[in-house]
């Protein structure tokens, strides 16, 4: 019997009220316990990076590894002695996981998934995994399974070089193969647990393991090690954290040789444990037993790059070209993004790390051409990554010099371009005593056959400035064109320093031209101005000349100002007194 009753209702009340009160306590206990071992099921809407129910499970999932896009990984599976088992899923198709390591592993527990090695040479895979050998689980070691034409390999435990009496597990491999870091509390350590390195040798045998120092290994647990470079290695550690967590971090080797390390930020480290990272395109997977998840260890995904964003300007000397521009961001040959531009000219894209880009800028005010740009972006863990790349359209030049072309562009003293017939006509006029029958002509040279090899120069110099006229006419039927544009062509004139008699006059047809509003009377006193001038006029009179016989010059000759100027001796010091005989040509496109 629990209580005996008694006359005295008071005291019995007493001790009833007691005994419930033990009881409810008792219950409200035990309810509290049971809670804590009822595993709650998989959150709907999983947490941030989780890979969700179809791959987490209410027991410990993890040591994730990728191969071929298909996830490979560990999971408690019920209560028997080899209760961890190997999964497999493709992620990417969500399939349903298969639990079945990847070759037999009988006879050994507790094995991990494999770093991978394919050897080219040999054409087959080497498969490295640690595994206990026997079901007490004393001593961890390293196997190695071979896999060749499809067949493979009984596991091979590798030499005591690697394995010792103590615990070596959590083997990663450099993707030459010829590097390979492992966990192990051999003598010598530094802690709980240590990361060490060991070399293939020229005979293929791995050396004498070396622990990897005091900048990585602490005095806590050093292990699941990912070499993601072989400069670059990923692992994870409760002993650089006053919180004694784990957490993932990064290391830097030089020669082998650890020179820092640095933890990651969220979310790929919490205030909860962190192990094991692999990193697939991109891509950070690890395990965790953050909340939110399923349920102990729950493998994570996330983006081991900071997000990159590319942005710049379209540059331009005329704003037209970039209101009617076009942006566009290619990735082998598909089309991205685009944008339309504004008057600032400014783009920007989000791209994704570690890719290449092709920016392309176009506009129908240059129907005939694409301005193109390639970019990288870089991937960095610890920061997002803003890439500057401006498109600087080319500047439309205004200006064309003939001194480019390093020759006199007229005989000393004349004012006809030096071409094959204005210097045949110049001759011509020497041989019939036309010039230099007194001082009145004498400034003009008669022209021996040391000008002729200037001809070939001179035409082409005319004949660039033929086209680069014709460019600027294009303009007006362009459909950038406001159709109210005007193209001011300005020809310039210079002399060189040599003097000219006083009795010098101009001695050829007198000039009246209200065109080029250009007036020279016959016997006109010849001097460095007016020689200056008489050669912008007869240039430009050649280049008209040539102009005429074209169908956009003729139906935009309206819209086309001349302007026709001597600017007498050229006195600039940084070119000859020879080439100082020239004419500068200037076009310009005005409202």
Known sequence: MLFSYKADGGSMKKKLTTILAAFLCFAVLFLINSCKTVKAPCPEKPEFGSLGSLINTEYDDYMPVLVDSTLYYISIVGEKED??????????????????????????????????????????????FSAYSD????????????????????????PPTINSKY??????????????????????????????????????????????????????????????????LLFSSNGHSEKKQFDIYKAELENYEVQSIRAFSYPINSNFDETGPFVYNDKIFLASNRTGGCGAF????????????????????????????????????????????????????????????????????FSDKVFEQSLYAPCSDSSSIVLIADIDLPSESNEFYFEEYKVPFFVTGYYLPNTKENLSQ??????????????????IENPGSEYEQYIETVEKALSDALYFIQSKLKYLENPCSKGTEEISISV???????????????????????????????????????????????????????????????????????????????????????????????????N
């Open 167 to 232: 615990y070596e597990s959590h083997p990663t491999l450099s993707k030459d193969g010829q590097l390979m870091i492992f966990t192990s509390d051999r003598s010598g350590s530094f802690g709980e647990t240590d990361l060490y390195i060991s070399h293939r040798n020229e005979n293929g045998q791995w050396t004498e393991p070396k622990n990897l120092g005091n900048i990585i290994n602490s005095k806590g647990r050093e292990l699941t090690p990912f070499l993601l470079e072989k400069n670059t």
């Open 426 to 443: 110049l001759k011509k006029k020497f041989e019939n005593k036309i010039f230099a029958r007194d001082e009145k002509t004498q400034y």
């Open 83 to 128: 209760r961890e088992q190997m999964f497999s899923a493709n992620i990417f198709i969500d399939s349903i996981p298969q639990a079945k390591y990847m070759f037999d592993v009988s006879g050994l527990y507790g094995a991990t998934t494999p770093s991978i090695y394919y050897d080219r040479e040999n054409k087959q895979k080497e498969y490295y």
């Open 298 to 365: 729950d493998i994570y995904a996330f983006d081991l790059c900071g997000a990159v964003k590319v942005q710049g300007k379209v540059i331009a000397d005329n704003p037209i070209f970039l209101n009617t521009g076009l942006i566009k961001l290619f990735q082998n040959d598909n089309l991205l993004a685009e944008k339309k531009l504004d008057e600032t000219g400014f783009y920007e894209f989000d791209i994704k790390a570690n890719q290449e880009y092709l920016l392309s800028y176009s506009s129908p005010c």
């Open 492 to 590: 310039r004139g210079y002399a060189d320093p040599r003097g000219i008699s006083e009795k010098a006059v101009y001695s050829e047809l007198p000039i009246d031209d209200s065109e080029f509003a250009v007036k020279v009377a016959l016997t006109e006193k010849m001097t460095n101005e007016l020689l200056s001038r008489l050669r912008a006029y007869f240039t430009a009179k050649h280049l008209q000349k040539e102009l005429d016989k074209s169908k956009r010059y003729s139906s935009n000759k309206s819209k086309i100002k001349w302007s026709i100027n001597g600017y007498g001796i050229d006195t600039r010091e940084d070119i000859k007194d020879l080439d100082k005989r020239r004419v500068v040509i200037e076009i310009k496109v005005e």
């Open 135 to 158: 079901k007490k689980r004393r001593n961890s070691d390293i196997y190695c399974v071979i896999e060749k034409d499809g067949k493979f390999s009984k596991p091979i435990p590798l």
